[in-house]
Structure formats: structure tokens, C-alpha cells
């Protein structure tokens, strides 16, 4: 199998003076947390993600800029991963889980042709065995009334993309750097001077998605792969019969049974 017979050619793209707020808009009308940056004609500049965007504006040297200033040239990586469209699909689904962008652009020449992302690979897997298989046990979670600062903190020390947040066990919704996001580009948008008070106001429970999708431990990891397609999300609560939570399991997790 080729990268060509996986990857998505139903490109989003923008450019690289698009400024960061409608980049996140494009990303929540898609259902995508990625974007690729290309020129005028085509070829790839970049690639942007939500959890890039979380990060430029968290960053405490940004307190004074306001979001309409900032633009996908600000945030978008430059060193990642390419691929051919006929490259073996074997290579890449080695580095699936390592560090780096999860988004693989494929490039002939400069000239952006496709997109290889974890949602396109979860259509290769087959594993009738249970999510309770493969499922984080250990999780990292916070509460409705937490602030996103913290929330962040944790994404960051964890090298994670999203958290559920939970109230005695049980899922009340999910945050994940999307959410996080577009909390900050709202932030950024208020007077500069009372910018620094409403940080402290920003809190999990009014950014968080409450639609949150949710599977017990014995569904198929097949299954699993085709509810997170169905529904475009990248991760899904394991909830035991109690209705408390038992683990996670991500598309990273799904993955790694096809490419073992």
C-alpha cells in the first residue's frame, strides 16, 4: 500500500497572512485541527495546528498583542516530515505515536498534492480485539471549574492534545488545545488593560465540548476507529457500567494495532 491510496486530496489550505482567528474558525467548520500553509500557487509554506496556536498565544511575552495582529506565518512549523505519494504507507506508520506533527503533508516537488493524517489512517484498522486491550489507564483529567491556564499546563507537561474533564468520575465534557485556543484568541481581543484579570476568569467548564463521545471497554477497536471517523474526534472516554470513567483511548492507540 502507497500513501497515495490512504491520503486525503480534499485539501483546506490557507495562506500565510491569514490572521489566527479565522484560522481556527476554517479549522472548526472542517472538523480539522490542522492546516497546511501554501503560496498562491500551491506550494507548501507550512503547516498550522491548534495546539501551535494555544501555545503563541499563552505565551506570557504576548499579553499585549491582540489576535487580528497575529498571522499563520507567526505560528506555522517549517521542520516537519514530508512525503511522496508513492512512498511505501509501511514507512510512515513507524514514527505514528513520536514526536512531531501529526499532519504529514505530500509533496511532489513543492506542490502540496495530499494530506496524511491519524483520521485517514484509522479507515486501515481491522482489530476485532477490545478497546480495553489498548486503552490508557493512566489519565490526566480536570474539573469544569479549573482555569485553562492550568489545563494548558498540564497538555504541555504531558505532551497530550485534550483532557476529560470529569466530575466524580464521570465525563462532563472534553477540553483539548482546540477549546484552549480559541479561549486565548477571545482573551486577546479584550482591552489590553483588562486583559491580565480576565485570564484568571477563563475557566475548563466554559470552553470545554459537552457532546462528548463515549465508548464502553469491551466495543471493538475497529469500531472505536470508525465512531472517532463518524464523529471527528480524536479520542474516546472508555466508561465502564457505573458510568465512571475507565481510560482513554486515542487514534494514536487504534493505529498501532494496524501497524504492529
Do not use: W
Amino acid at each position: 500500500m502507497k500513501v497515495r491510496d490512504v491520503m486525503a486530496t480534499d485539501l483546506i489550505t490557507v495562506d500565510k497572512d491569514r490572521n489566527l482567528k479565522d484560522v481556527l474558525s476554517l479549522m472548526e467548520q472542517h472538523h480539522v485541527t490542522k492546516v497546511p500553509v501554501v503560496d498562491a500557487e500551491g506550494r507548501l509554506q507550512g503547516i498550522i495546528t491548534d495546539g501551535r496556536i494555544a501555545d503563541k498565544l499563552g505565551r506570557a511575552h504576548n499579553k499585549d498583542i491582540q489576535t487580528g495582529t497575529l498571522r499563520a506565518s507567526s505560528v506555522m512549523a517549517k521542520d516537519f516530515v514530508r512525503a511522496h505519494p508513492d512512498e511505501p504507507l509501511e514507512t510512515l506508520l513507524e514514527d505514528v505515536g513520536k514526536p512531531g506533527l501529526t499532519m504529514i503533508p505530500v509533496v511532489q516537488g513543492d506542490m502540496l498534492v495530499g494530506v496524511l493524517t491519524k483520521s485517514d489512517l484509522l479507515a486501515l484498522v481491522d482489530s476485532k480485539a477490545p478497546v480495553a486491550d489498548v486503552m490508557r489507564r493512566e489519565l490526566h483529567a480536570v474539573s469544569a471549574d479549573e482555569r485553562i491556564v492550568h489545563a494548558r499546563r498540564l497538555l504541555l507537561d504531558n505532551d497530550i492534545a485534550r483532557l476529560p474533564v470529569l466530575d466524580g468520575g464521570r465525563v462532563q465534557g472534553i477540553l483539548a488545545e482546540h477549546e484552549i485556543a480559541a479561549a486565548f484568541a477571545g482573551f486577546k481581543e479584550a482591552d489590553m488593560h483588562v486583559q491580565k484579570a480576565m485570564v484568571r476568569d477563563l475557566h475548563v467548564g466554559d470552553y470545554m465540548r459537552r457532546d462528548v463521545v463515549t465508548a464502553g471497554p469491551d466495543v471493538p477497536c475497529d469500531e472505536a476507529a470508525q465512531m472517532m471517523r463518524d464523529h471527528h474526534v480524536g479520542a474516546l472516554p472508555i466508561v465502564g457500567g457505573d458510568g465512571t470513567i475507565q481510560g482513554i483511548v486515542t487514534r494514536t492507540d487504534l493505529i498501532r494495532t494496524y501497524a504492529s
